[in-house]
T-cell receptor, first 113, second 113 residues
Framework: SQELEQSPQSLIVQEGKNLTINCTSS?????LYWYKQKYGEGLIFLMM?????EEKSHEKITAKLDEKKQQSSLHITASQPSHAGIYLC?????????????FGKGTKLSVIP | DSGVTQTPKHLITATGQRVTLRCSPR?????VYWYQQSLDQGLQFLIQ???????AKGNILERFSAQQFPDLHSELNLSSLELGDSALYFC????????????FGPGTRLLVL
């Protein structure tokens, strides 16, 4: 089974609506990273979370880390067409200080104007 | 623009051939990571170099090899290519190892015919 599960796999929302994407790990999270990818392009770093309960915001995107639940959520407020893309969570689950990121399969977000 | 550059952007080759992908990290970054992204496997970590030395290995095939040069650029060599090697290959870089964001390049799209 997938070590990092993202849900939902895809999401279609009307512009202006709020939405949440979840990332759940089957192993202890030592660091959680959110990226956004336009189809066929590189990944854009959004946020990094390292401590349980940590919450970070950038513009209209907020990410939280629930270490006990081994889960992170990404919330977008008042979505815009520019938010469309594939959101990927990546995590260090090999052990503290390891160097490789394991990624979820991604959540494809479409925003209808 | 993440500051990470990759060449070439696209590569079309035949089975059995050998190709070299090149990556230049962000200025000041010492770590370089290589990832492979395919539709069925998602984004998978291949290998990491830190300041010229191999630091971590993931699901990298024996037909694949990499190195990081004194000027910190890195090359990923893929040999005896198979149809299944067709994928997007990303390079990422970070200042250190672990616990810091990785910044991704635009990727090299490899098509093996």
């Amino acid at each position: 089974s997938q070590e990092l599960e993202q849900s939902p796999q895809s999401l279609i929302v009307q512009e202006g609506k709020n939405l949440t994407i979840n990332c759940t790990s089957s192993k202890t999270l030592y660091g959680l990273y959110w990226y956004k990818q336009k189809y066929g392009e590189g990944l854009i770093f959004l946020m990094m979370l390292q401590k349980g309960g940590e919450e970070k915001s950038h513009e209209k995107i907020t990410a939280k880390l629930d270490e006990k639940k081994q889960q992170s959520s990404l919330h977008i407020t008042a979505s815009q067409p520019s938010h469309a893309g594939i959101y990927l969570c990546g995590a260090d689950i090999s052990g503290a200080g390891s160097y490789q990121l394991t990624f979820g399969k991604g959540t494809k977000l479409s925003v209808i104007p | 623009d993440s500051g990470v550059t990759q060449t070439p952007k696209h590569l079309i080759t035949a089975t059995g051939q050998r190709v070299t992908l090149r990556c230049s990290p962000r200025s000041g970054d010492l770590s370089v990571y290589w990832y492979q992204q395919s539709l069925d496997q998602g984004l998978q970590f291949l290998i990491q170099y830190y300041n010229g030395e191999e630091r971590a290995k993931g699901n990298i095939l024996e037909r694949f090899s990499a190195q990081q040069f004194p000027d910190l650029h890195s090359e990923l060599n893929l040999s005896s290519l198979e149809l299944g090697d067709s994928a997007l290959y990303f390079c990422a870089s970070s200042l250190g190892t672990g616990g810091v964001p990785q910044y991704f390049g635009p990727g090299t799209r490899l098509l093996v015919l």
